[in-house]
């Protein structure tokens, strides 16, 4: 199937059409194989012209969007100059907070759920930046792509294999950025775990843990918002759909990428049993939220093997009642960090056997993002870290250098998605990761430590 085929079909068709939960793995790697045969990928990493002032159309300015958009009129050198929403209250809402913040008024894209299109066809932007529900981020960053604009995704970028290639793709061909905005690789925690693993505190790193263990229970079953699209997706999949806040941080401390890959993973499900238990004891017997069937499996658990034979558990939780947790785990020869709470063992610093707890290193071991940034991000969306993200994101366009997740990260990560449904199904049988660089991971310069 050809990419501008896939794009123009609504994503959900193309889920159906596609049927990919039946698709057995041989297609799957035989397509895979085809495209890794292909060209090679451009060699280093994409570094766009430098862009004064970012021009941003925002498509989708709900919970997450809105937030974006609030972090965007703080940041120096860019404008919200566009927004796109089936909704017309959150159009209205990003008006005005626009006109608030004393910048000019953005150009309203409200006629329905295509509408972006015209937005990217018609609108002189720089960055085309989507919070929308997950089955739309590939054909907005699509059409953003395809209209010559750099285009950035809330999380995860893309739900199937075959559209995490189109991502990378449309990268290449048109030049451009195409970024997942993973926002827990600046939280505070995680990026001091980065920093720590960059001081070489922790030896070879060998192993990593994530997940997003997260009661959202009540949230699903919202009549807003989420509610109108989360828990769908329950009913459809089975698997990790949701694997990139416990994956991007632990990415970026085992180079994947950038001098190592997810070779191949292996996933299990256990059962469906939350979701039933929320909908009988908070709807009355007759409630349609009482005849739904839930195919996602409550706790999710995925095994990846990097090429460099390292190892990374990646776990979904968010049908059962427990504490908030990303696991943040990391693992070297000479030392662990653990989130939840957050913990650090380093050999031969402490008595032995015994954590520390991570604030008594962080004068020791902040990482400088969060010294430059900490008080201008305070009081943003999830402690902070988004502002930093957002300012990330920026900066880089704004210089000119290659951003901090590019595309081959992006479809790296979101391809555990569809991956882990197909091992899940296939009694955990291991399924290949294809490497998106094509090889450029051998070569492709480590993430550095970043200032501002
Ligand atoms: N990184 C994080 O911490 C984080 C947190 C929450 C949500 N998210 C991600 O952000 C995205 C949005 O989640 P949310 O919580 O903001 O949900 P939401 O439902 O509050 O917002 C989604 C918005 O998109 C709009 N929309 C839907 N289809 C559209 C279309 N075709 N064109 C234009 N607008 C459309 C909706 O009207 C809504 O305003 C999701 O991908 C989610 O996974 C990330």
């Known amino acids: 199937m050809r990419i501008t085929q896939r794009a123009t079909m609504s994503p959900t068709d193309a889920l159906d059409r596609r049927e990919f939960m039946k698709l057995g793995t041989a297609a799957v790697a035989a397509a895979a194989t085809a495209r890794e045969r292909a060209a090679a990928a ?13 021009r941003i159309g925002m498509v989708g300015v709900g919970l997450q969007g809105g937030g ?9 050198g860019c404008r919200v100059t566009a927004v796109c929403d089936i909704r017309e209250a959150r159009t209205t809402w990003a008006s005005q907070a626009i006109a ?22 018609t ?62 690789n600046y939280d505070r925690a995680e ?12 030896g070879e790193v060998l192993h990593a843990e994530g997940g997003y263990l997260h009661d959202l229970r009540a949230i699903k079953f919202e009549k807003q918002d ?7 997706w329950s009913m459809k999949i089975d698997g990790n759909p949701y694997p990139t806040h416990g994956l991007g941080p632990i990415a970026s401390c085992l180079d994947i990428n950038r001098g ?56 979904h939780c968010t049908n059962l009642p427990r504490p908030y947790s990303r696991i943040n785990l990391v693992q070297g020869t000479k030392g662990m960090f653990q989130g939840y709470p957050n913990r650090v063992y380093i050999e031969g610093r402490g008595t032995a056997h015994q954590w520390v707890e991570a604030a008594a290193l962080r004068e020791e071991f902040e990482h400088p993002l969060w010294r430059t940034l900490e008080a201008r991000a305070a009081g943003a969306g999830h402690g902070g870290m988004d502002y930093i993200e957002d300012h990330r994101l920026i900066t880089c366009l704004r210089e000119g250098t290659p951003t901090d997740m590019n595309v081959y990260d992006a479809a790296a990560l979101s391809a555990v998605v569809e991956l882990s449904m197909k091992s899940t199904r296939a009694r955990a049988r291991a399924m290949d990761v294809p ?17 501002v």
């Open 123 to 184: 609108e002189d932007l720089d960055l085309v930046f989507t919070a929308t529900p997950w089955e739309w981020h590939v054909p907005v960053m699509l059409a953003a792509m395809k209209a010559g604009k750099h285009a950035a995704t809330e999380v995860p970028a893309a739900m199937t294999v075959d559209d995490c290639w189109a991502l990378v793709e449309s990268a290449e061909k048109h030049q451009l950025h195409a970024v997942m905005m993973e926002n827990c």
């Open 68 to 76: 974006h958009l609030e972090n965007f009129l703080k940041i120096d």
């Open 42 to 54: 451009p060699a280093g990493l994409l570094a766009a012209p430098p862009i004064p002032l970012v």
């Open 435 to 451: 490497d998106f660089t094509r090889g450029r991971w051998k070569t492709n310069p480590p993430l550095g430590i970043v200032t």
């Open 191 to 202: 990026m001091m775990t980065f920093y720590m693993v960059r001081q070489g505190v922790f």
């Open 226 to 232: 989420e509610g109108l699209w989360r828990r769908a």
């Open 100 to 121: 608030a913040a004393g910048h000019p008024a953005p150009t309203v894209y409200a006629r329905g759920p295509r509408d972006f299109e015209r937005l990217c066809e």
């Open 260 to 315: 190592d890959r997810f070779d191949y993973l292996v996933s299990m499900s256990g059962p469906s049993r939350g979701l039933y238990d929320w909908a009988r004891e908070h709807f009355p017997a007759e409630a349609p939220e009482r005849r739904e069937r839930y195919t996602l499996g409550d706790v999710n658990t995925s095994l990846i093997k990097t090429a460099r034979g390292r190892t990374v558990m990646v776990q």
